[in-house]
């Protein structure tokens, strides 16, 4: 079966500490997207990359990292500089000339 | 920067018709996506328009206006599993996807 991936689907973490969220997919796209989403509010871009070993920074990239070692896989480390990371995560990815992003199922991340 | 502005939340009744407005004001303009999402789930893709008109597509249509940073998605024969959030997304060109943040739509018996 072709498809994203992201686990855990539920992670709690406590306060000043970093966590990595992993998102695999096996549909060959060689774009991926991180995603957070929080309640009422609309999907806001972390990072983003096109390529293996290259990524960019969306709109709300302060207090997170990531990489892009391997087509497949995108993690993303929500640090102890993010403010408040308590949220939704959405991973991404899609065919490069194509518009259209497959979503995994999310990682619902509380930090308290 | 980037204006994406859908109305928050509507009740409909089962059976009924209900349209899903969005407007927009983003730097740059690919086409126009709307995705459902199911509470705690994840988006899936409905439709994507382009070009200027309405695009049909069983019970679901979206329809663009470039000219007026229009789009509206029109839901027909409403069933209580299109209980949802209904997110409308701009392409704005190098990959890149601005959303809006969601309608939710609540079908009623």
């Known amino acids: 079966d072709g498809g994203i991936t992201q686990s855990p689907k539920y992670l709690f973490r406590k306060e000043g500490q970093n966590v990595t969220l992993s998102c695999e997919q096996n549909?060959?796209?060689?774009?991926m997207y991180w995603y957070r989403q929080d309640p009422g509010q609309g999907l806001r871009l972390i990072y983003y990359?096109?390529?293996?070993?290259?990524?960019q920074k969306g709109d709300i990239a302060e207090g997170y990292s990531v990489s892009r070692e391997k087509k497949e896989s995108f993690p993303l480390t929500v640090t102890s500089a993010q403010k408040n990371p308590t949220a939704f995560y959405l991973c991404?990815?899609?065919?490069?000339?194509?518009?259209?992003?497959?979503f995994g199922p999310g990682t619902r991340l509380t930090v308290t | 920067g980037q204006n994406i502005d859908q109305p928050t939340e509507m009740t409909a009744t089962e059976g009924a018709i209900v349209q899903i407005n969005c407007t927009y004001q983003?730097?740059?303009?690919?086409?126009l996506f709307w995705y459902q999402q199911h509470a705690g789930e994840a988006p899936t893709f409905l439709s994507y328009?382009?070009?200027?008109g309405l695009e049909e597509k069983g019970r679901f249509s979206s329809f663009l206006s470039r000219s007026k940073g229009y789009s509206y998605l029109l839901l027909k024969e409403l069933q209580m599993k299109d209980s949802a959030s209904y997110l409308c997304?701009?392409?704005?060109?190098?990959?890149?996807?601005?959303f809006g943040k969601g309608n939710q739509v609540v079908v009623i018996p």
């Open positions: 549909l060959n796209h060689d774009a």
């Open positions: 990359s096109q390529i293996v070993n290259d990524f």
């Open positions: 983003t730097s740059g303009f690919n086409g």
């Open positions: 991404a990815s899609s065919l490069q000339g194509s518009d259209e992003q497959y």
């Open positions: 328009n382009v070009l200027d």
């Open positions: 997304a701009v392409n704005e060109g190098n990959n890149r996807l601005a």
